[in-house]
């Protein structure tokens, strides 16, 4: 699997957990209780992938599902078809152009996909340190700093615009950093179970650590 595609995997796990309490500390405050009211989510994002020098190197686009406890798909639609569906214990990773799926349990997924984060299945306070980041516009930030060396990532940043999810960003150890906007965001909308059950397409080769 390529860096550029590895980094996008890297991009999915990353909120539905209980964050420690902090005195005074608003923005995680408020990020708490988005997550504690949120059981499931649908939103459209846009991915964009920024090299070491600041040039942005690839954009795509796609949807976002999500619900409590466990579960969350990432459909990318442009420039690329990719997937990454989280149910019962597992991530299955698609990309139909190299018709390749690859499957990880989802308590080893930490180091290549922040979406985990988002199933409620990883505690946040164990394995990051939590700060709030200020404001910049209408979006309060949330800096996620990995307790653990053994991460391809620096930093994730959470972005809450208006008690909803808005932004995220994250910086990788090899000096990229990739940016998602969310927008059309759905909070607790009813979501079909079918989305969280991938199927193997025919003719894929399936790789499983």
């Known amino acids: 699997m390529s860096q550029q595609k590895r980094l996008g995997f890297t991009l999915f796990l990353l909120f539905f957990s209980y964050l420690p309490a902090q005195a005074d500390d608003k923005p995680v405050q408020q990020l708490k209780a988005f997550l504690a009211s949120s ?11 920024i090299d ?30 990719q ?16 018709e390749q799926v690859t ?6 997924s930490l180091g290549s996909t922040p979406a985990l984060l988002l ?13 709030g980041q ?6 309060q930030w949330i800096k996620l700093s990995p307790k653990s060396a053994e991460t391809t990532f620096k930093y994730i940043l ?3 615009d208006k008690d909803s999810l808005g932004g995220m960003e994250l910086s990788d150890n090899f ?35």
């Not at 059981?39 to 992938?49: G, I, M, N």
């Open 175 to 209: 000096g990229q950093l990739t940016r998602i906007y969310f927008s059309n965001v759905l909070i607790n909308p009813p979501i079909k179970q079918t989305l969280f059950q991938f199927e193997v397409p025919k003719g894929a080769d399936v790789f499983e650590e």
């Open 83 to 98: 997937q990454i569906v989280a149910d019962k214990g597992k991530v299955w990773f698609y990309d139909k152009d190299l």
């Open 158 to 160: 959470i972005g809450l």
């Open 103 to 108: 499957v990880k349990k989802l308590d080893e």
């Open 39 to 49: 059981r499931s989510l649908s939103a459209d994002f846009k991915q964009v992938l």
């Open 52 to 81: 070491e020098q600041g040039r942005p190197v690839r954009t795509s686009f796609g949807v976002f599902y999500l619900q409590r406890p466990g579960k969350f798909r990432w459909d990318y639609q442009k420039p690329f078809a």
């Open 134 to 139: 200020g404001k910049e516009g209408d979006m």
């Open 119 to 131: 199933s409620g299945e990883v505690s946040l306070d164990d394995n990051f340190t939590i700060e």
